[in-house]
């Protein structure tokens, strides 16, 4: 499926990689006016749009149309569709920016998430068909000055509700609020929105000079009058000076590295999160469902993991649907559709052949893709995977899990984050206190309850042990000793069903190693060490 970006410039991409578009700015605009509006039109609307100063309207229609056909192979369904007397676009043909964020619209985004909101707010790379002007088609222009201001005030609407949302994670915030006052500069609303953070961050300086142009530029609408002026009354009291916490000094994110986040279309529909990082030898990451593309930089537990193996691989991640980036609202959560997405993440991302690394439940949608793929896989990295879900496994541990998913379904999404806090326990153990809470803020904006739950429940049933036998690459096996979310045995049969695979235990607690614990760098050099050995 081919995408048609009309939020910026225009662009229509394949694999992710922008195709060479007509040379004639009539029939870009055509291709837009389809895709935009998604609907059948007759040949004479069409004609009165872009040609209505033309000797021949509908022979120059018939020239744009050919030229359009030209875009798409012959194993994809063309852009438009004719029939009769009526042009339409084929909605099958190529998923399009501007209709993903209407449709969330459409389902109303005071009840979507943080991450249906920052999947939706990603889109905007521009105004709405930046540069495409026809100054000699007023019915076009009239047109397309009327879209770019319903997006606009959509773009506006979507980085103030994240502003906003995204308070416990100020530094997300605080880029939301900037963008909204680059979108909308003569919104008092916005310029306050935008100071109150800035203040309650204890960035006096800064506040005080965006108050100074934020004065500037309402300027021209009378000055500000209210919102502005009370957010700025914040700021005549002194503001003591905070000494650093060495906590706080631990737990600040590192610069983040350049990653190009993009989006594929899943085989039902389902829109999913990828991005590169680094650059080197292919190294495929396999999701699972506490992380994030966007606000794994600032985790305690994965930041230390997208730095490292950035650093000699080119690194491919991903967020699970329902979780991070990626829709959350996926209708199918079957272990098969994982697999899938895992499929077109790889297709999308153009990689042929490259290392795989999987972390707890990731590893057995690793397992499997190696498995139908031996082809592809070059090598393979497990850690704190299973053979069998919790389902399947000890009654005991069966117990457990399932009281815990219940938990997790009512009151995952709860303000007191108790659930959530053990959770983390489980999951870190030898976290620090402030690891442990920023953690908790940050697993509430991955993943909604309701998803959650289907997930912990879908991975209860999962069982790989067919498909071990089935693995043809060298494989590197590891498992923490203490691990209170995946039993060590776990590991070890995980090694033992794959032909030659190399089991390592590792002396810790945490089901995630942490950066500043023993068992890190000891898994770092293994990693490393096997996947170099790949390229001798």
């Keep these: ?51 209505d100063d033309a000797d021949d309207p509908r022979a120059s229609l018939r020239w744009s149309l050919s030229q359009i056909r030209g875009l798409t192979a012959g194993s994809e369904r063309p852009l438009a569709v004719t029939e009769h007397d009526s042009v339409a676009f084929d909605s099958q043909s190529a998923a399009v920016d501007l209709t993903l964020v209407r449709r969330l619209q459409i389902a109303g985004l005071e009840s979507a998430s943080i991450g249906q909101l920052q999947q939706a707010a990603a889109f905007f790379r521009g105004p709405f068909l930046d540069g495409l002007d026809l100054p000699e088609n007023p019915a076009f222009q009239s047109w397309r000055v009327a879209e770019r201001e319903d997006a606009r005030r959509l773009h506006v609407k979507l980085r103030a509700m994240l502003a906003d949302r995204l308070v416990t994670a100020s530094d997300e915030a605080l880029s939301n609020a900037r963008e909204l006052v680059k979108i909308d500069p003569q919104s008092e609303d916005a310029w306050s929105r935008l100071i109150t953070l800035l203040l309650a961050m204890g960035r006096r300086q800064e506040a005080q000079q965006q108050y100074e142009t934020a004065n500037r530029s309402l300027h021209v609408v009378g000055g500000p009058v209210g919102p502005l002026v009370e957010a700025w009354g914040a700021a005549t009291a002194p503001v003591a000076a905070k000494p650093p916490v060495a906590e706080d000094i631990a737990l600040a994110p590192p610069s983040p590295q350049a990653q190009a986040t993009r989006f594929c279309v899943a085989s039902d529909g389902v829109a999913i999160a990828y991005g590169r990082t680094g650059s080197g030898p292919p190294l495929v990451w396999v999701a699972n469902w506490i992380m994030h593309l966007q606000n794994d930089e600032l ?11 950035a650093r000699d691989n080119r690194l491919v991640r991903y967020d699970q649907r329902g979780n991070g980036m990626s829709d959350w609202n996926a209708g199918d959560f079957s272990f098969d559709t994982l697999v899938t997405d895992l499929e077109a993440v790889i297709d999308a991302a153009g990689e042929r052949r490259f290392a795989m690394l999987a972390v707890s439940q990731g590893c057995a949608a690793a397992v499997t893709y190696a498995a139908l793929y031996p082809e592809r896989v070059s090598r393979l990295v497990l850690l704190g995977g299973f053979t069998r879900g919790w389902m399947l496994r000890a009654a005991d541990d069966a117990e457990r899990r399932r009281a815990m998913g219940v938990l997790l379904e009512h009151d995952w999404d709860r303000d007191n984050p108790a659930v959530r806090q053990m959770f983390t326990t489980l999951l870190v153990p030898d976290a620090t206190p402030a690891q442990k809470q920023r953690l908790n803020d940050l697993l509430r904006l991955a ?58 235990a590792l002396d810790s607690r945490n089901h995630i190693l942490l950066e500043n614990e023993p068992a890190w760098p000891r898994f770092l050099n293994e990693v490393r060490a096997f996947l170099a050995s790949d390229r001798l």
Excluded at 13 to 39: C, H, M, N, Q, Y
Excluded at 472 to 495: K, Q
């Design 299 to 309: 985790s305690p537990v994965w930041r230390h993991w997208v730095r490292a193996l």
């Design 447 to 504: 993943i909604s309850a309701d998803n959650i739950a289907r997930i912990h429940r879908v991975f209860g049933r999962v069982d790989i042990r067919s498909q071990l036998a089935a693995v043809r690459c060298p494989t590197l096996v590891l498992h923490a000793r203490n691990d209170a979310i995946v039993p060590f045995d776990e590991g070890r049969s995980l090694a033992a069903g794959i032909a030659d695979a190399r089991f390592v």
């Design 1 to 51: 499926m081919l995408t048609i970006s009309l939020l910026g410039d225009m662009q229509i991409l394949r694999d992710g990689a922008p195709i060479e578009l007509p040379r004639s700015r009539k029939t870009r605009a055509l291709v837009a006016f389809l895709a935009a509006t998604g609907r059948a039109h007759r040949r004479e609307q069409l004609c009165a749009l872009l040609w």
